[in-house]
């Protein structure tokens, strides 16, 4: 069946550093892929997503890009600030998992000033 | 525009009891999902309506969960007897789901957080 493997946190920046959390699917078909947010204190939101291969999604600074030849949507952000503190959720809908939405266990992320 | 709405926001119970979540999708959304989220985890699905039917609840113990969604609008979701790995948070999302299927946005609430004592 369909899996979402991302890597484990916590994630330690500081403030205008590089960031990149992986992520890694098994799916067949042609899934989805997204990755969601969790700031503290507040439930989950869309941060961005990708429908097919080669696609990009972006969102406030942060990119992912679907590759399928590895099977990857590795999020990256050139520069993170301290507000980006949050755990971070990869994901994929579709494939043979029909509409079911299959999360990773997610990332958590500190950024200190 | 609203966002989805749940309540309650926190509960504890003793291990046996019963206990019921509600959940409000956001106005004009088809499909609606609880979740179930344990510490240190992503969410999984318990249960997917499109509408008022189910899409999908393979996941859902069924010897102890229920779920419903009247009208095909508010929905809840029922515990009954509770269990101690029933801890966790319960999240409720939902989607326009235009027939676009997999690339739709799920939005979510903010969780009711169980606590099974």
């Known amino acids: 069946g369909n899996s979402v493997t991302q890597m484990e946190g916590p994630v330690t920046l500081s403030e205008e550093a590089f960031l990149t959390i992986n992520c890694t699917y098994t799916?067949?078909?042609?899934?989805?892929l997204f990755w969601y947010v969790q700031y503290p204190g507040e439930g989950l939101q869309l941060l961005l997503k990708?429908?097919?291969?080669?696609d990009k999604g972006s969102n406030k600074g942060f990119e992912a890009t679907y590759r399928k030849e590895t099977t990857s949507f590795h999020l990256e952000k050139g520069s993170v600030q301290v507000s980006d503190s949050a755990v971070y959720f990869c994901a994929l809908r579709g494939g043979d998992g029909g509409f079911k939405t299959i999360f990773g266990a997610g990332t958590r992320l500190f950024v200190k000033a | 525009e609203a966002g989805v709405a749940q309540s309650p926001r926190y509960k504890i119970i003793e291990k046996r009891q019963s206990v019921a979540f509600w959940c409000n999708p956001i106005s004009g959304h088809a499909t609606l999902y609880w979740y179930q989220q344990i510490l240190g985890q992503g969410p999984k699905l318990l249960i997917q309506f499109q509408n008022n039917g189910v899409v999908d609840d393979s996941q859902l113990p069924k010897d102890r969960f229920s779920a419903e969604r009247l009208k095909g609008v508010d929905s809840t979701l029922k515990i009954q007897p509770a269990k101690l790995e029933d801890s966790a948070v319960y999240l409720c999302?939902?989607?326009?789901?235009?027939?676009?299927?997999?690339?739709?946005?799920?939005?979510f609430g903010p969780g009711t957080r169980l606590l099974v004592l």
């Open positions: 999302a939902s989607s326009l789901d235009l027939g676009g299927g997999r690339g739709e946005t799920q939005y």
């Open positions: 990708a429908t097919k291969a080669d």
């Open positions: 799916a067949t078909g042609y899934p989805s």
